[in-house]
């Protein structure tokens, strides 16, 4: 059960930008830095932001992040086809009793309509 | 780069113990720098972290997991492992191992997976 929420799905015509949120708590998201992930059915997950709003090496500015407070966004624009996959954040959820765990969110499906 | 490729038995019995490897090409597993963990997605399901180890002898796992599972690095081989005991249907899932990275910025964490394996089936069936 994941601790991280997203919206199943979000869509949008090619061209335009979609925006995925990201809800989360003071033990995650409201002290720890949030990572996206893409994944496309059948394959791994990729790395697309890191540290709230970094981009690693080749990936388009189109993808951008943010977070504030206990939540965090993914943009996307100039919508392409080819970014249709589910998208996932991620972050580390700090606990006092243990050594804390790394958490997903529920994940969201993209459309370009 | 770094690559990463995971192996072990598709199909695995009810109570019987999960053995997956995670080779590693291009970097080391004892290296000081990166975590290296492994993450299951169920079929048609989201993401769950199992665990990671670093320092070649440091873990952290998931709660949910802790009491069945058992990462360790084979640094001769440059080899990942993942040891599951007690397998049931729910453990049928699509195993990745990854290389994460971890820090401090002022004052938040971070922590990611930056290099990713394809991924290998396994089913929990009799």
């Known amino acids: 059960q994941s601790v991280l929420t997203q919206p199943p799905s979000v869509s949008a015509a090619p061209g335009q930008k979609v925006t995925i949120s990201c809800s989360g708590s003071s033990s995650n998201i409201g002290k720890n830095h949030v990572s996206w992930y893409r994944q496309f059915p059948g394959t791994a997950p990729k790395l697309l932001i890191y540290e709230d709003n970094k981009r690693p090496s080749g990936i388009p500015d189109r993808f951008s992040g943010s977070r504030s407070g206990t939540s965090a966004t993914l943009g996307i624009t100039g919508l392409q086809t080819g970014d249709e996959a589910d998208y996932y954040c991620?972050?580390?959820?700090?606990?006092?009793?243990?050594?804390?765990?790394?958490?997903f969110g529920t994940g969201t499906k993209v459309t370009v309509l | 780069q770094v690559q990463l490729q995971e192996s072990g038995p598709g199909l695995v019995k009810p109570s019987e113990t999960l053995s997956l490897t995670c080779s590693v090409s291009g970097g080391s597993v004892s290296s000081g720098s990166y975590h290296w963990s492994w993450i299951r997605q169920p079929p048609g399901k989201g993401l769950e972290w199992i665990g990671y180890?670093?320092?070649?002898?440091?873990?952290n796992y998931n709660p949910s997991l802790k009491s069945r599972v058992t990462i360790s690095v084979d640094t001769s081989k440059n080899q990942l492992s993942l040891k599951m005991m007690s397998v049931i249907a729910a453990d049928t899932a699509v195993y990745y191992c990854?290389?994460?990275?971890?820090?401090?910025?002022?004052?938040?964490?971070?922590?990611?997976?930056?290099?990713w394996g394809k991924g290998t089936t396994v089913t929990v069936s009799s």
């Open positions: 180890i670093y320092n070649s002898a440091t873990t």
């Open positions: 991620g972050a580390w959820h700090s606990s006092l009793t243990a050594g804390g765990r790394y958490v």
């Open positions: 990854a290389r994460d990275r971890g820090g401090w910025t002022r004052d938040s964490y971070y922590h990611y997976m930056d290099v």
